[in-house]
């Protein structure tokens, strides 16, 4: 409460400032700040960002309040009057009002945002991995119903090279955006890409036998490089190499492919671009150019290696075979009532659907990632991490035998893709996973994150378990697989 005084009319005074003339009353003053309030929660502060003074009101930083400042910044009213010295109004122009801001909409499912942080810092955690990403598309729109990003806590121990960022570790609300801002390794998630591409180019069909790779952990090259793979099976059929992840087999057939071919297919599934998300910081990854693509970078590339990629595009690229074939620009802004999104065509409806067929049975064999009543289809990769060179350590630029980025993606429905989850944990310690007998490759870090998450987006989409698997007896009736 402020204290009666006699008169304050009597002592109303000008006070002049830097910015304009102000009235002030006697005992009162007051600070003029504009603010833009956001009620979105924690796990969506990094992609709203943040706003910051200017001297014509906000103006936005980082995110989407400053790709879309433009649209959601207003005009300040205004009116401008003469007054004598005890401020009655002599003179003046007509009131200006203010004008509000577009509206921006985006295409977040706020509860599947908030249900897919909550499982992946759970995952993160209990893998004690360094942090995670995951994004939900909606393979139909291609507009994105979630897009998470986790960092854990500084772990004990010397762990050079793990994702960290500066902002979060001071408490800042914006941080890197790591699912479109940091590249990595694929590895084995890359390989549905890389198969579809030799089957469009009709240097092999899903089920020719694949006999020069007999079974056996290693297998020599033409140019004699040593392939080592997981799985000791051998003369697989080309529709099966995904199901076990066989690298001799994705290497072979690679060969058969020229240089020139599998790069320009790379670079229309676009890899090596940005894919244009409205954020900024995007990175572009990296395909090899021209000349530096040999015979080992085909078939390095074939299972994943020497190429990079940020999580937006390797989504993307997987979003192809799920949507036909097409290309659907993956968005975040919701485009309006009207929106019908761009086709442009990359492979064949037929090769993209065989390349989903192919990735089925890794899910439908796998206990931990099968889904009752949806006929789902995946693919997991164990990429390894990355070790910067310390000279002065003697140490050289390499990979680590024993830290990963360990990733899963996975659809469904397989007949009719609805939607299509990516999640990566990255740098689980591995040693701490065997201790508690768990494994540490993508199927078991990634793969039971990317299920849960794929389970509730079809509940969020309005796909019934009992519709979708209707709709996949449907097509095993039509294709003859089980």
């Not at 833009?36 to 995110?63: D, E, V």
Request: proline share 7%; aromatic share 4%; with cysteine.
């Amino acid at each position: 409460m402020l204290p009666q005084t006699p008169s304050l009319v009597d002592r109303k005074k000008i006070v002049k400032s830097s910015h304009a003339n102000k009235l002030l009353l006697a005992g009162l003053n007051w600070n003029e700040k504009e603010i833009r309030q956001a009620s979105a929660p924690q796990s969506l502060r990094s992609l709203i960002g943040k706003t910051i003074p200017a001297p014509h009101g906000l103006t936005g930083l980082y995110g989407i309040e400053a790709e879309c400042n433009a649209q959601l910044t207003g005009t300040i009213g205004q009116r401008h009057d003469v007054v004598d010295t005890k401020g009655r109004r002599l003179s003046g122009a007509p009131a200006e009002p203010a004008i509000d801001g577009r509206t921006v909409t985006m295409t977040l499912d706020l509860d599947l945002q908030e249900y897919a942080t909550t499982q992946l810092k759970q995952a993160v955690t209990s893998c004690h991995a360094a942090g995670g990403r995951l994004m939900v598309l909606d393979v139909e729109t291609g507009g994105l119903l979630s897009m998470v990003d986790v960092l854990a806590p500084p772990r004990e121990g010397d762990w050079p090279d793990a994702p960290t960022d500066a902002a979060r570790e001071e408490g800042g609300l914006v941080g890197r955006p790591r699912c479109i801002s940091d590249v990595f390794e694929p590895g084995s998630t890359f390989k549905p890409i890389v198969w579809a591409i030799a089957v469009e180019e009709g240097v092999v069909q899903p089920s020719e036998l694949i006999d020069a790779v007999p079974p056996g952990k290693e297998w020599l090259t033409s140019y004699g490089r040593r392939i080592r793979d997981v799985s000791g099976r051998g003369n697989l059929k080309w529709d099966e190499v995904l199901r076990y992840s066989k690298n001799a087999c994705m290497a072979h057939v690679a060969g058969r492919l020229s240089t020139a071919t599998l790069r320009d297919r790379l670079l229309a599934f676009g890899f090596g671009e940005r894919t244009h998300l409205e954020l900024s910081a995007e990175a572009r990854g990296l395909v090899p150019k021209p000349r530096n693509w040999n015979h080992f970078t085909q078939t390095s590339i074939s299972f994943g290696q020497n190429i990079s990629v940020t999580a937006v595009q390797l989504l993307q690229g997987v979003s192809i075979l799920a949507s036909g074939g097409e290309l659907r620009p993956i968005h975040l802004l919701h485009p309006g009532p009207n929106f019908h999104p761009a086709h442009i065509p990359v492979i064949s409806a037929t090769t993209a659907q065989a390349a989903i067929e192919a990735m089925v049975p890794l899910v439908e064999d796998t206990k931990h990632l099968r889904i009752e009543g949806v006929r789902a289809f995946g693919k997991s990769g164990t990429a390894q991490l990355p070790r910067s060179a310390k000279p002065e350590q003697g140490i050289k630029h390499g990979m680590y035998e024993d830290r990963y980025i360990c990733s899963f993606v996975m659809g469904a429905p397989a007949q009719d893709p609805k939607v299509l989850v990516l999640c990566t944990i990255d740098d689980p310690d591995r040693y701490a996973l065997e201790r508690e007998n768990r494994r540490h490759t993508g199927s078991y870090t990634a793969g039971p994150v990317a299920k849960k998450v794929v389970e509730a987006a079809l509940g969020r989409l309005g796909i019934p378990q009992e519709i979708a698997n209707a709709s996949n007896e449907a097509a095993v009736g039509m294709n003859g697989i089980n």
